[in-house]
């Protein structure tokens, strides 16, 4: 088989997978949807998320036609006739890239859209299914889980792939991805909204409910009688559902556009040297994404098991026949795009085995990450009892012994990705591929060829992660609407798996971030090597190629503070969005509880719609700062400070990005878990009594729970779109920033 | 006046500052000693500090001659005479290094031995004061404080400037800044420890003490009845004050030292185009120390109002005199120093009056900095309210509102240093001052005399640090011994302003360590390319000066992450220490409740001596871990990945350290303010009631301030020593990672 016939494989893969998630939607759609009282409970959360998103996305949509239009005219005025070199230049080329915005934006909403929608259907029928078997709950809520994860790596894939055929991919593969870039950012930009308003819409819910519930009249989570607890199923929904798809659609589209570009690189080193095919290096990343699919779809079937069976296992099992079979699509791969005309690497090996075993590093990485994650965030390790343990002496050990647990998390992160990095830019130098001035180009498409490697399961694992919502809310559908026993029991079951794929997803998406980041940067050198290329052509005095981002350079060293800064600044915005949004919820459900004294003896039902509609309204006024803040900074920064500042930001802003994310993410699933580890009655006490619920030691344990809230599912998870923007906004803007 | 003539200035300012601090040590030891009771407890105060400074000096001291002879191993092994083109290299090389570290770990032993000697006898000192006059209290106070900061200082500056002398100041001022830097790392290895050990004692104790005495007993603050209340009024001294005092020396050694490597590039151009005294290039730091120390003793006269004035008031006279004096003897040096033999600078202004502009904006930075501490730590703005205002919903709320509080102040902070540092390096470009390439190398020079203009103030800024510690300990023994209510409320008032000068030297501390990291790499690469050079000039193939620390270079960005990782994890370490001490100190003062129960009713005296033992011990075993983490990072990066690695992961490390310290030192102040806001009764429930103590939000904010504890007093500033150990390590082992 060549690599043109292979290169076939992208438009039936991305086609079939959106025919199997039709198939998976109405599969889940047909199932039984339990009880009239789930039923009820469940088409409220239904209006609510509908209601959210729809205004979400006339925000976005809004403010995506303004960055298009903001785009395609500053691409207009500097990217001019002459700096360039291709009959696209100006006032095409501006439209082009806000088309291409535009339409990265839009299949970022539609896959977010889609998903949640199957989503907030599958929750009640995974409620009604856990009336009957396990099993058949786990399939449902999977199969809801999948839809979406389908869904948007066959977007991003088919996306992709359409802009860059359309854009000439085929005549000029040189040029192409270079025209593309506009797709990631709209794709980001989305992105960055999507999870920013979600995440501060399901925290808020959550802290404000849980607040004026739990702690202040004293009546359980997700207690019907509770206004604000329809806002929090529907918060589960709206950030874990529809913010996660659009983060990893927007990985999966900037990280293959990133690819592509490096991929160029050793295009042009094929066609001068004759070797055959020279555009697979640049289609090899959606080739590869192809394969990951269909390893995906397989593996949906394998998700079955016993009834007494831990569903976690039931879940795994997929996720590893994804992993092995992504290993031998990655070996076909691979061995038919990477030809190199006999050329071999290091040690008379063959180029190709050297980028195989970098894109094994890849998927290696993801399963590390998996692992990392579980110790960090789950009960039966150190790091989680530590917590419980210091929940003892109350509220402030809790939360100094959850702060230090999650400072910790990094070194294990550092450590990973820098193997990771190291590992597969090594492989990569050996494959031997040096450009015309002498220089390896290998090592960093290495570096790229693992990223792709680890973005093959990412259908799978957003499948993962989308179960938790949807078993969540079976949860709170079972609870709420007082189901029997059994079906509660395997409902809690199937949240608490939930929250352990939750926290996976995010350990997944930050390993993906920070392997991409090298990618992207190279990405974004290699763009303003080409602005900085046809200015030297041109005969612009002065001009130097980019050969260096050098952080001894006062103005880069500059820069690179403010992208650490500006990763505090934006989760400290992110962070207070919460807790303004909560005090909205908090003072109109007590209004409600003051007002409506019915409601504590079930004879009035609270006005669920209203706290929906109030935590919408807030949660879309707060995302619009933190929005504009991580947009305009590297704007301002690269206009002032100029193209090599704006890579320093990039690269440092990453690395504290990335980071950051790590803490807050991990810091708050161990918090959450401790409470969980307190509540299933492993602390005791001196005496060997359990120190279960209603104990201050379990108090302590939900004060960390619910600091550990907002850092968790609103400010880390932004900080993966914020990480990934960065590089989007300065691969697009890069020639604003050149003078 | 000639350069040489000024020079003469340093040998004598030094003296007269330690001659001065022996003065205000005499006069503060001959003052009125108060009650019986206060000398009681100010005796086993002392006992117990002695103790542990006594035991924690001794550890210290057995790990710096460790650190001695291997540097001296090192350097003898890797800076052999093939790479060296002075008569120094090899073993000579390596015994002089080592021997130049351990003088630097003594001089900074001795300044914080004797600097807390003094604080435990100013305390009960101040406390009997206050019996009869505010003012006399904090001049006291003041002056006890102002023993450390003279003598940190001066022990700095002639250690620096003796030991340059020693080692061929005069002969080979071109060489000499190079073979000094041990001193520097001397320093920074005694701070790192001096820091970490002391946060860990001060703040376990008060977190242990205030754990099991207010919480669990019900029993107030300093009670007597607390076996763990000698420990907290211990910690006060072996933290505040010795820890930070270890800080600021090490700042104002090791950024002498850097300034004059970066002297020597001016020296040589200096020396080569036969402008007068080329060597003040390099001499020009110790100088403008010199005029710091003079501003700083005519100031301490300042202090000084009417019994009924805001005491704060009194210190801010004395600081707004040493600033002004500090400008006119940075005036002074400049424009004596600083000749070019007639050459201009930009608009045919002379190069001097560029610098004294830079000198200018270092000054002006501090004052920047004292005022955005204020703004996020005093319960006057709007930060601290609003931690105030989230604590009516609990901690969980408080704990939200302090993180986003903490995460804000790195926008404050990071503009600042981004202006400070772009402002003072335009203006030394200005001064036009090329080398034989072309290359402007007024730039760096710039930021390093925007430090030097900065820590001009060092020793005020200590000396109301030191204040801190002594004006809190003399409210410990009012409160013990039972002192008369107006003594108590002079005390208390002091107490205030304390805590106000504690928060702005950590501010002041972390705006010198950022604004003198600049400099600090760039002597680095100095030293690098000193070593290169030597390589090059022996005929070594393949070597190339480091002109570039390539952060798109994959080791470098690796290195990077482990830096900005290695600033968490530390923190981690620290952090966990805190509360592992504390644990210690809890079951302890728990024993001696149980079994002594005639402690409750005053019959029996609890064994202060015992919590005190515990808390040394715990404390001094718990640096360790920390301290060699922070050591060997570095070493082992830069072994395994090279010499321009390290430097990456010295630059994005002091950005992240810079920030992390910022996030830590803020919030922790912000959180204790909003504690003492609610307290002082600013808050007022919907009726208009006061919210104080005792109330629910009260208990929230208490758990904000002991989380903040160890933020603010441990790890925080053990970052700022992290940050400058990174700077001194890299510098003085530099040869290790050149292969």
């Known amino acids: 088989m060549d690599a043109k016939t292979l290169e076939l494989i992208i438009l039936p893969a991305g086609l079939l997978a959106v025919l199997f998630a039709i198939y998976l939607a109405r599969d889940v759609l047909r199932r039984d949807t339990g009880t009239k009282e789930m039923q009820d409970v469940a088409g409220t959360i239904f209006e609510?998320?509908?209601?959210?998103?729809?205004?979400?996305?006339?925000?976005?949509?809004?403010?995506?036609?303004?960055?298009?239009?903001?785009?395609?005219?500053?691409?207009?005025?500097?990217?001019?006739?002459?700096?360039?070199?291709?009959?696209?230049?100006?006032?095409?080329?501006?439209?082009?890239?806000?088309?291409?915005?535009?339409?990265?934006?839009?299949?970022?909403?539609?896959?977010?859209?889609?998903?949640?929608?199957?989503?907030?259907?599958?929750?009640?029928?995974?409620?009604?299914?856990?009336?009957?078997?396990?099993?058949?709950?786990?399939?449902?809520?999977?199969?809801?889980?999948?839809?979406?994860?389908?869904?948007?790596?066959?977007?991003?894939?088919?996306?992709?792939?359409?802009?860059?055929?359309?854009?000439?991919?085929?005549?000029?593969?040189?040029?192409?991805?270079?025209?593309?870039?506009?797709?990631?950012?709209?794709?980001?930009?989305?992105?960055?909204?999507?999870?920013?308003?979600?995440?501060?819409?399901?925290?808020?819910?959550?802290?404000?409910?849980?607040?004026?519930?739990?702690?202040?009249?004293?009546?359980?989570?997700?207690?019907?009688?509770?206004?604000?607890?329809?806002?929090?199923?529907?918060?589960?929904?709206?950030?874990?559902?529809?913010?996660?798809?659009?983060?990893?659609?927007?990985?999966?589209?900037?990280?293959?556009?990133?690819?592509?570009?490096?991929?160029?690189?050793?295009?042009?080193?094929?066609?001068?040297?004759?070797?055959?095919?020279?555009?697979?290096?640049?289609?090899?990343?959606?080739?590869?994404?192809?394969?990951?699919?269909?390893?995906?779809?397989?593996?949906?079937?394998?998700?079955?098991?016993?009834e007494d069976e831990n569903p976690m296992h039931m879940l795994n099992r997929g996720y590893w026949v994804t992993t092995a079979l992504s290993v031998v699509g990655l070996a076909i791969t691979t061995n038919v795009m990477m030809q190199t005309g006999g050329q071999l690497g290091a040690n008379g090996t063959p180029a190709w085995i050297w980028f195989f075993g970098a894109g094994v590093v890849g998927l290696a990485t993801s399963v590390a990450f998996v692992y990392i994650t579980q110790y960090y965030t789950s009960g039966s390790y150190r790091p989680v009892r530590e917590i419980a343990e210091a929940s003892r002496t109350g509220p402030a050990t809790n939360i100094i012994a959850g702060t230090a647990v999650g400072y910790e998390t990094t070194l294990a992160t550092a450590i990973t990705i820098a193997i990771a990095l190291f590992v597969s830019h090594f492989l990569g130098d050996q494959a031997g591929i040096k450009n015309a001035d002498g220089v390896n180009v290998g090592g960093v498409f290495g570096t790229a060829v693992a990223t792709m490697g680890m973005l093959m399961t990412t259908a799978y694992i957003l499948a993962m992660d989308t179960f938790g919502p949807i078993t969540d809310n079976a949860g709170g559908i079972a609870e709420f609407s007082r189901a029997e026993a059994g079906a509660r029991e395997i409902t809690d079951r199937l949240d608490a798996v939930g929250n352990t794929t939750k926290a996976l997803t995010k350990g997944y998406a930050i390993a993906s971030a920070s392997l991409a980041a090298f990618l992207l940067f190279s990405a974004y050198i290699d763009k303003v090597n080409l602005i900085l290329g046809r200015q030297i052509a041109a005969g612009k005095e002065g001009v130097h190629l980019l050969t260096s981002v050098n952080l001894a350079n006062v103005n880069v060293f500059i820069a690179g503070l403010i992208g650490a800064m500006l990763v505090y600044f934006f989760s400290s915005l992110a962070i207070r969005a919460v807790g303004t949004t909560a005090q909205a919820i908090i003072v109109e459900v007590r209004r409600q509880f003051r007002e409506m004294p019915g409601i504590m003896d079930y004879s009035v039902r609270p006005d669920y719609a209203r706290v929906v509609d109030i935590t919408t309204k807030a949660a879309l006024r707060q995302m619009v700062a933190p929005g504009l803040v991580a947009v305009a900074t590297p704007i301002i920064v690269g206009v002032l400070l100029g193209y090599e500042a704006v890579a320093g930001l990039l690269m440092v802003g990453t690395i504290a990005g990335v980071l950051l994310a790590t803490v807050l993410n991990n810091g708050g699933g161990a918090w959450d878990n401790a409470k969980k580890y307190i509540e299933s009655g492993h602390l005791l006490d001196a005496a060997g009594n359990v120190l279960g619920k209603k104990t201050d030691a379990h108090a302590a344990a939900v004060v960390g729970d619910t600091v550990g809230d907002p850092f968790k599912d609103t400010a880390g998870p932004s900080l993966h779109v914020l990480v990934k923007l960065l590089a989007t906004i300065t691969l697009v803007l890069a020639p604003l920033f050149i003078r």
């Open 48 to 306: 609510g998320a509908v209601a959210f998103i729809r205004r979400q996305y006339s925000t976005i949509a809004a403010l995506a036609l303004v960055g298009a239009v903001v785009i395609a005219a500053v691409i207009s005025a500097f990217e001019t006739k002459e700096v360039a070199d291709t009959n696209i230049f100006g006032v095409e080329l501006g439209i082009r890239t806000g088309l291409a915005f535009l339409v990265g934006a839009a299949c970022s909403m539609a896959s977010g859209i889609i998903g949640m929608y199957i989503s907030v259907k599958a929750n009640v029928r995974t409620a009604a299914a856990a009336r009957r078997s396990l099993v058949e709950a786990v399939q449902v809520a999977m199969r809801g889980g999948a839809v979406s994860g389908f869904l948007v790596v066959a977007l991003s894939l088919l996306g992709v792939y359409g802009i860059f055929v359309t854009f000439g991919g085929f005549t000029h593969p040189e040029q192409a991805p270079f025209l593309i870039v506009g797709f990631g950012f709209g794709a980001s930009f989305v992105a960055l909204f999507a999870q920013l308003g979600g995440g501060i819409y399901t925290k808020a819910a959550d802290v404000g409910s849980d607040l004026v519930g739990k702690v202040e009249a004293g009546i359980p989570e997700d207690d019907p009688r509770n206004a604000g607890v329809i806002a929090d199923l529907v918060g589960d929904n709206v950030g874990d559902c529809a913010g996660r798809g659009a983060d990893l659609f927007e990985s999966t589209a900037a990280e293959n556009i990133g690819a592509m570009i490096l991929g160029v690189a050793v295009y042009t080193i094929a066609k001068n040297a004759g070797w055959a095919n020279p555009e697979a290096w640049i289609f090899f990343p959606l080739v590869v994404r192809a394969f990951g699919l269909i390893s995906t779809i397989v593996a949906i079937f394998f998700v079955r098991g016993r």
